[in-house]
């Protein structure tokens, strides 16, 4: 994204303008469709000059509210910034570069989360850090059987 133009006019507006154009009814449907896809290339495909990653995500947050899928997003989110950072799943060596590498991603994933989920989240993390998951885990979405046990729904 370039200059400032994410930030100018309704913002809301133009990314269901842009979804609706896709052939989505919500963000939600389209993030869905584009399972494990960083969120900052969601954003580039809904206006690569106009639209930054962080509005995606209050707009998907804004969604998961009205459903009462805060949970499911939080887990979404994860999958995302783990796609990102390890696209051939959990790796193998766990090295010093390996590691801040996983911190990041740990990091973005706690940066990114409501406060409602924040404790639950570093719950996540320190169960992640002290029972690494199988080599090559890769999460392909929200559902995914380690992410629920980790990080189960809890809304009504």
């Known amino acids: 994204m370039s ?7 309704n913002i809301r507006a133009r990314l269901y303008e842009r ?3 896709l052939g989505f009814d919500s963000l939600t449907a389209f993030a869905n469709a584009r399972p494990a896809v960083p ?3 969601l954003a580039d495909e809904l206006g690569k000059d106009d639209v930054a990653a962080v509005q995606v ?7 998961a509210e009205q459903r009462k899928q ?6 979404d989110v994860f999958v995302r910034e783990l796609s990102e950072r390890f696209p051939n799943g ?3 060596v766990l090295d010093d570069a390996i590691r801040g590498e996983v911190a990041l991603a740990l990091g973005a994933w706690s940066a990114y989360t409501p406060d409602t989920h924040k404790e639950r989240v570093r719950q996540a993390r320190a169960a992640l850090r002290l029972s690494p998951p199988p080599v090559g885990w890769r999460p ?3 559902d995914d059987e380690l992410l629920r046990t980790l990080l189960p729904d809890d809304e009504a």
């Open 70 to 75: 805060v949970t499911r997003l939080v887990r």
């Open 90 to 92: 959990w790796p193998e």
């Open 39 to 41: 969120l900052y290339a």
């Open 3 to 9: 200059g400032g133009d994410a930030w100018r006019g």
């Open 19 to 21: 979804v609706r154009a």
């Open 140 to 142: 392909l979405g929200p």
């Open 57 to 63: 995500l209050s707009g998907l947050l804004h969604e």
